[in-house]
């Protein structure tokens, strides 16, 4: 790689970053390739990304200062997950992390947060983005529905007493 190519590399990874809900720092040593694949598969489909990364340039990318939490984290063949929503990436990891030994959670970030591997952990048992958008529509459509319920009732005995005066006088 020559110097034009990492200062593109970095500025790639400064927009990842910038833009990422939450980034999972990953350790990936012996995974083939068709168990990348699968991962960025998961990912892709729940759109999220993985993608292998340099430690020194993506250390470059963050402007982390030696012996900052950031050095902990990368450290070794290191690749990076993110999404747009903070709880895809997390959560999609962490289930890979458990079907796979050789795939390994060593920790994230979310904005200026370092996490380890408990906080990814964590954070992937929240729910995510999708998920609490359609409890919210399920909290506001419900007393809509009972407000509609409310105002046919009087209509409906209505016409349950207009029905029983019917019968009564036919029979």
Same mark, same amino acid.
């Given at each position: 790689?020559? &110097?034009? /190519?990492?200062?593109?590399?970095?500025?790639?990874?400064?927009?990842?970053?910038?833009?990422?809900?939450?980034?999972?720092?990953?350790?990936?040593?012996?995974?083939?390739?068709?168990?990348?694949?699968?991962? &960025?598969?998961?990912?892709?489909? =729940?759109?999220?990304?993985?993608?292998?990364?340099?430690?020194?340039?993506?250390?470059?990318?963050? =402007?982390? =200062?030696?012996?900052?939490?950031?050095?902990?984290?990368?450290?070794?063949?290191?690749?990076?997950?993110?999404?747009?929503?903070?709880?895809?990436?997390?959560?999609?990891?962490? =289930?890979?992390?458990?079907?796979?030994?050789?795939?390994?959670?060593?920790?994230?970030?979310?904005?200026?947060?370092?996490?380890?591997?408990?906080?990814?952990?964590?954070?992937?048992?929240?729910?995510?983005?999708?998920?609490? &958008?359609?409890?919210?529509?399920?909290?506001?459509?419900?007393?809509?529905?009972?407000?509609?319920?409310?105002?046919?009732?009087?209509?409906? /005995?209505?016409? &349950?007493?207009?029905?029983?005066?019917?019968?009564?006088?036919?029979?």
């Amino acid at each position: 790689m020559d &110097r034009a /190519q990492k200062a593109e590399s970095i500025e790639t990874l400064k927009g990842v970053f910038a833009d990422a809900g939450a980034v999972v720092v990953t350790h990936n040593l012996g995974l083939t390739v068709a168990d990348m694949e699968d991962l &960025r598969g998961r990912l892709r489909k =729940e759109g999220g990304t993985f993608k292998v990364v340099k430690n020194r340039l993506a250390l470059k990318a963050l =402007e982390a =200062e030696d012996g900052s939490d950031y050095h902990g984290l990368f450290k070794g063949p290191v690749g990076i997950a993110y999404a747009d929503d903070a709880v895809t990436a997390a959560k999609i990891t962490s =289930e890979y992390a458990k079907a796979n030994d050789k795939f390994i959670v060593l920790g994230g970030f979310m904005g200026e947060k370092v996490l380890d591997a408990k906080g990814v952990d964590t954070l992937s048992k929240l729910p995510s983005l999708d998920q609490i &958008r359609a409890s919210l529509l399920g909290l506001l459509n419900a007393p809509a529905t009972k407000i509609a319920g409310v105002v046919q009732a009087p209509a409906g /005995q209505l016409a &349950r007493v207009f029905n029983a005066y019917a019968t009564k006088d036919a029979a």
